[in-house]
Nanobody, 127 residues
Framework: QVQFVESGGGLVQPGGSLRLSCVAS????????VGWFRQAPGKEREGVSC????????YYADSVKGRFTISRNNAKNTVYLQMNNLKPEDTAVYYC????????????????????WGQGTQVTVSS
């Protein structure tokens, strides 16, 4: 059974930092591009960042560029998202997913055959 389990979210003040983790079981992340998506209440899901499986190429949405850093530890089958200088508009539920790719309009989520979305982790940025 494939499971993606996200953790590390919480309540943080503007300007603060959080580090999200996503551990996969039943699915080897090292062969796939992995990414983070987020969804705020009343908004569509947004691709935040992803990393390739091969050369470590990364992608960041303009809204998080310079503040967020994605990384992966294939030995631990885990992907991370370091989030610094958080803003209230970063408030959302964050999900990891694989495989992902970058299209002309941003990140493309996995196809239906890879519908392994976890429960996500809530990030709330508020003073």
């Amino acid at each position: 059974q494939v499971q993606f389990v996200e953790s590390g979210g919480g309540l943080v003040q503007p300007g603060g930092s959080l580090r999200l983790s996503c551990v996969a079981s039943g699915f080897s992340l090292e062969y796939y591009a992995v990414g983070w998506f987020r969804q705020a209440p009343g908004k569509e899901r947004e691709g935040v960042s992803c990393m390739s499986s091969s050369n470590g190429d990364t992608y960041y949405a303009d809204s998080v560029k310079g503040r967020f850093t994605i990384s992966r530890n294939n030995a631990k089958n885990t992907v991370y998202l370091q989030m610094n200088n958080l803003k209230p508009e970063d408030t959302a539920v964050y999900y990891c997913a694989a495989p992902v790719r970058v299209g002309v309009s941003g990140m493309v989520p996995p196809p239906p055959t890879y519908d392994y979305w976890g429960q996500g982790t809530q990030v709330t940025v508020s003073s």
